[in-house]
């Protein structure tokens, strides 16, 4: 059972948006930043979203993350095929839990 | 180019011990945190722990699956963090990856390296 909350799957077609939550309480998302990272079939996990909403460079602006409150969202505009991954939600945690906890990960399918 | 190699991952059986390696390039190693994330097969991602930079005091910190049996290590002139491995149990067989904190949290991984516990 992970701290942080993620659907397990969520899908979408070439073109579409999606968007994908992440929920947690206040002792981590609700009080520290939210970073998220892609996982393609196979590799290490790669950074996506820093700090709620930044994107390192080298990440296409297709994707956003956002935070209110104790959750956040990625979303994913244009979806590609290659977008085809499992995303991880990761949070500091100021309670026993920590100091880092991930999301269980949602599988992102493009039909 | 930043590159995190990992060595050392294996076959140990329960109650072993086992060391893994990660040795970084293309950064300041010495500045950064480095941490050990794991993934069991089909399973999500799950914080091992990090050790700080010198000028932070090296402080660990651990997950409690694993503190008192894990034990994370850098050697700044090598430029390589270590994850000794002790007590191990079934449930700690996993992909073992290092992670950079050095401009961002987890900004840089190594490949993975596979730790099965069985007997």
């Known amino acids: 059972q992970s701290v942080l909350t993620q659907p397990p799957s969520a899908s979408g077609t070439p073109g579409q948006r999606v968007s994908l939550s992440c929920s947690g309480n206040?002792?981590?998302?609700?009080?520290?930043?939210v970073y998220w990272y892609q996982q393609l079939p196979g590799t290490a996990p790669k950074l996506l979203i820093y700090?709620?909403?930044q994107r390192p460079s080298g990440v296409p602006d297709r994707f956003s993350g956002s935070k209110s409150g104790t959750s956040a969202s990625l979303a994913i505009s244009g979806l590609r095929s290659e977008d085809e991954a499992d995303y991880y939600c990761?949070?500091?945690?100021?309670?026993?839990?920590?100091?880092?906890?991930f999301g269980g990960g949602t599988k992102l399918t493009v039909l | 180019e930043v590159q995190l190699v990992e060595s050392g991952g294996g076959l140990v059986q329960p109650g072993g011990s086992l060391k893994l390696s990660c040795v970084a390039s293309g950064f300041t190693f010495s500045a950064s945190t480095m941490h050990w994330v794991r993934q069991a097969s089909g399973k999500g991602l799950e914080w091992v722990g990090r050790i700080r930079s010198k000028p932070n005091g090296y402080a660990t910190a651990y997950a409690a699956s694993v503190k008192g049996r894990f034990t994370i290590s850098r050697d700044d002139s090598k430029n390589t963090a270590y994850l000794q491995m002790n007590s191990l149990k079934t449930e700690d067989t996993a992909v073992y990856y290092c992670?950079?904190?050095?401009?961002?949290?987890?900004?840089?991984w190594g490949q993975g390296n596979l730790v099965t516990v069985s007997s």
């Open positions: 992670a950079s904190d050095y401009s961002v949290l987890f900004d840089y």
């Open positions: 990761v949070a500091k945690d100021d309670s026993l839990s920590g100091p880092w906890v």
């Open positions: 700090r709620n909403n």
């Open positions: 206040s002792s981590n998302i609700g009080s520290n930043y």
